[in-house]
């Protein structure tokens, strides 16, 4: 079997602590390069996983003819420009959530990605989750509205760059698409309006954009979705939970680590746990393996990218204006 040559880019701690231990447990993969505009990480994750070379210059990696695909995990400000340069190079790409800060960049991406025939993957993993594949196959065969309530709670501290809009984007662009792609994930139907009500819960000196919010999201079948965003939560408490219910049915995954579930399978009531949380991860990575290797298609595709990212902008325009918002499909079919 072939493995594929991976190019890291940017070797900070999400890669150290994701995606450099999935990509070397999955030998669909190989670690050929490192880049990173800090010299000493490049050196450090190269040396980690035996990577042929590190080095600080992006265009020594994108030319190198030896990667096949390359993994974007920098700030949020740089991942249009980067898929861009990345797809111009003809090189599949994995980008970190989010796709882009603006509309305008999210189209030049998907673009740039068509003309180049490349594979591109974001990565909004937790529709991959084991516990959210469960709760989908079992919802798969009820032609019902759903109603499906998310809860991400944790303290965001307010000197995080994610907080600078023009850097991280904020809240609901940085994270919030995560969770604007699980419950379309969930519920399996284009999203026709959204409607957030929020502001910012943290200190307002320090932190100049809205960081918390509930979200809501209508669908073209009624279904509903619900999202509470809340970045002045305690770290103490469960940071996600997940409920579901669908024609007299129930769902409920808490953390990623424990669902139950009633009215399915011809059981009153069915619960299991894992021993870690799980939210996709390895799992994203490696289909998108199988999509470059089969030439099928990618997993969180362009499609996909877009849709969350569009409605994680909505969400901000929403709370400023106090109103809903239509979504329709070309808005993020490009």
Not at 117 to 128: C, D, L
Request: charged letters at 25%.
């Amino acid at each position: 079997m072939k493995s594929l040559k991976v190019g890291l880019i940017g070797c900070g701690g999400f890669a150290k602590g994701m995606h450099v231990p999935i990509l070397k447990k999955n030998p669909k993969y190989t670690i050929h390069a490192t880049m990173d505009i800090v010299e000493s990480a490049a050196k450090e994750v190269a040396a980690d996983t035996n990577a042929a070379y590190w080095t600080t210059d992006l265009d020594r990696l994108l030319a190198d003819p030896e990667i096949d695909v390359v993994f974007i995990m920098t700030w949020h400000n740089s991942h249009a420009e980067l898929s861009i340069k990345a797809a111009n190079a003809g090189k599949h790409i994995l980008c970190e959530k989010p796709m882009g800060l603006t509309r305008e960049e999210c189209r030049a991406v998907a673009e740039a990605v068509k003309r180049n025939n490349v594979k591109y993957t974001v990565g909004y993993n937790r529709g991959m989750a084991p516990m959210v594949a469960k709760a989908r196959d079992l919802l798969a065969d009820l032609p019902y509205k759903k109603m499906v309530y998310h809860r991400i709670q944790a303290y965001f501290p307010e000197d995080h760059w994610t907080h600078i809009a023009n850097i991280g984007g904020g809240r609901f662009v940085g994270e919030g698409c995560h969770i604007f792609d699980l419950i379309c994930k969930i519920i399996n139907q284009p999203p026709i309006m959204v409607y957030a009500s929020g502001g910012t819960f943290l200190d307002p000196e320090k932190v100049k954009i809205s960081d918390s919010a509930i979200i809501t999201i209508t669908f073209a079948d009624g279904s509903i979705g619900t999202t509470l965003i809340n970045s002045a939560g305690c770290s103490d408490f469960p940071k996600e939970a997940t409920e579901i219910y669908c024609n007299n049915k129930a769902i409920y995954i808490n953390d990623f680590t424990k669902m139950e579930y009633c009215g399915f399978e011809g059981h009153k009531k069915t619960f299991f746990e894992i021993d870690s949380v799980d939210k996709g991860h390895a799992i994203e990575v490696d289909k998108l393996a199988d999509a470059i290797l089969n030439n099928t298609e990618s997993p969180n595709g362009i499609e996909n990218a877009a849709r969350a990212a569009v409605i994680s902008y909505m969400v901000n325009e929403s709370i400023k204006s106090g109103a809903p918002l239509q979504i329709r499909e070309n808005d993020y079919i490009f």
